[in-house]
């Protein structure tokens, strides 16, 4: 076999959204993704279909408290071994791989070897803590300098190198895996004369959906970030630019929308946008049924998609089976509203109806407009869609096929969420209704509900969420 390249790419600090476009490119390409344990699932689902996804925890048994194996070797070895076999391999470490996150060790295997690789560099824990919990890290006024601290060294070192007294001299000090040490590191900085008083920004989880700060002082940071659960991964922020937080803490500040659907993230809204899907799409296990109204496609008049979804599927599995968009020559198109309408477009399909009500109701006004009976109608959807719309339609005379193209499954994994922090909740679908009522039971007493839908808004009161 012949070897190839690896990749040992920053992945950011948790969040999906913070890798590069570049290291975003390269984990779709990739044969083999090994990856830190830190490393957010919503980016492994970027993985290209059919990839090794391999996580650092089943390389060893135990870990240092500052999350990396003792047995290192295993890890370089094993991208060693995956390049040899001829494997595109992706190494993806979490925050940005050249800070705290032993690369020069897996390098050195590398390079031993003789085994060509390339770093591509990432958002750094540091930097997700200071853009999320608005404390610039400098300011040419009060912070000239910036130091970045591990609070676990390796434990079989003979002498630490760290120099608390230098340190402790910088403006701003930033300290990496500090939260079972802090109170040993706090007593070092006193120690080196960093004053009591000096102002602390702990951030935990930075970046990501369940992220916590605190701000308190050098002299009680250790008891705070204890009382307020700052848990590991956790950045300490020390010193007076950490006062901005007070100021400068957009997340406080602005309104808290928790988002549950699978549609991309949305910017430029007058709130902060947490994305947090609570299902999943999978292909069908068996397409027999759905395949075999496909080949018989030019038997019906209209095809009706009531969801991107929806279409992606459905041209997936018609180009699966040799057939591309001519075959639907003189087969209508419907679609329930703009999203859905603007991915037909990315198949080359212009829809022929969109009603301006994005939902099942006002697409079934717009079709019982027109001489719809005895008009046969492909209704592709999901395994659990409502089947109101179809019902509809055959009493107003339609002769109506619907037919699963994929399933609508629970998320897995979801993570522990503080509900009271979010101003609004917005579902886009029973499904996601009632994946939520069984991970996280009820909304916050003061939190507003959005439904998107008659159905949804129906399946929220049904499960009790509005009481």
Not at 395 to 417: F, M, W
Request: with cysteine; hydrophobic share 40%; glycine share 8%.
């Amino acid at each position: 076999m012949r070897k190839t390249k690896v990749y040992l790419v920053g992945a950011g600090p948790g969040s999906p959204g913070l890798i590069t476009v570049r290291g975003l490119e390269i984990l779709r390409q990739a044969d083999v993704v090994i990856y830190d344990y830190l490393v957010g699932k919503g980016l492994l689902d970027q993985a290209k279909e059919g990839a090794e996804l391999i996580c650092c925890d089943r390389l060893g048994k135990k870990r240092y408290a500052d999350g990396f194996f003792r047995d290192q070797d295993q890890i370089s070895n094993l991208l060693i071994r995956k390049v040899k076999e001829g494997k595109k391999v992706i190494r993806l470490k979490n925050g940005d791989p050249s800070l705290f996150g032993r690369c020069a060790q897996e390098l050195s295997a590398l390079v031993k070897e003789k085994t060509e690789f390339e770093v591509v560099p990432g958002v750094t824990a540091a930097s997700a803590a200071s853009a999320f919990a608005g404390v610039p890290l400098t300011d040419r006024r009060i912070s000239s300098s910036v130091v970045f601290v591990t609070g676990h060294e390796d434990p079989k070192k003979d002498k630490s190198l760290i120099d608390w007294g230098k340190l402790s001299s910088s403006s701003t000090i930033v300290l990496y895996m500090a939260v079972g040490n802090l109170s040993r590191i706090v007593g070092k900085l006193f120690a080196a004369g960093k004053p009591k008083d000096t102002p602390v920004v702990a951030v935990s989880c930075a970046g990501e959906i369940n992220q916590r700060t605190v701000r308190a002082r050098l002299g009680n940071i250790a008891e705070i970030a204890k009382k307020e659960n700052i848990a590991a991964p956790a950045i300490f922020i020390i010193g007076p630019v950490a006062e901005w937080n007070k100021e400068f803490n957009w997340l406080k500040r602005n309104k808290r929308s928790l988002f549950t659907g699978l549609s991309r993230e949305r910017f430029f809204t007058k709130s902060a946008y947490f994305h947090l899907p609570l299902i999943k799409l999978e292909p069908l296990e068996d397409y027999e049924e759905f395949d075999n109204h496909l080949k018989n496609i030019k038997e019906f008049d209209w095809v009706v998609f009531t969801s991107r979804y929806g279409a992606e599927y459905f041209f997936k599995r018609l180009n699966n089976l040799g057939f591309d968009t001519r075959d639907l020559s003189g087969i209508k198109i419907a679609a329930i509203g703009s999203s859905t309408k603007e991915r037909l477009l990315d198949f080359g399909v212009r829809a022929d109806l969109v009603p301006e009500q994005e939902s099942s109701r006002g697409l079934f006004g717009k079709l019982r407009e027109i001489p719809i009976k005895g008009k046969k109608i492909f209704l592709p959807r999901s395994d659990i869609s409502d089947k109101g719309l179809g019902e509809k339609l055959r009493k107003i005379g339609a002769k109506v096929t619907a037919s699963s193209a994929y399933r609508n499954v629970p998320a897995k994994e979801l993570p522990d969420l503080d509900l009271n922090t979010f101003d609004e909740i917005i579902f886009t679908s029973p499904s996601t209704v009632r994946s939520f009522r069984k991970r996280y039971k009820k909304v916050a007493g003061n939190t507003r509900i959005k439904c998107i839908g008659d159905v949804t808004l129906k399946e929220a009161e049904k499960c009790r969420l509005l009481d």
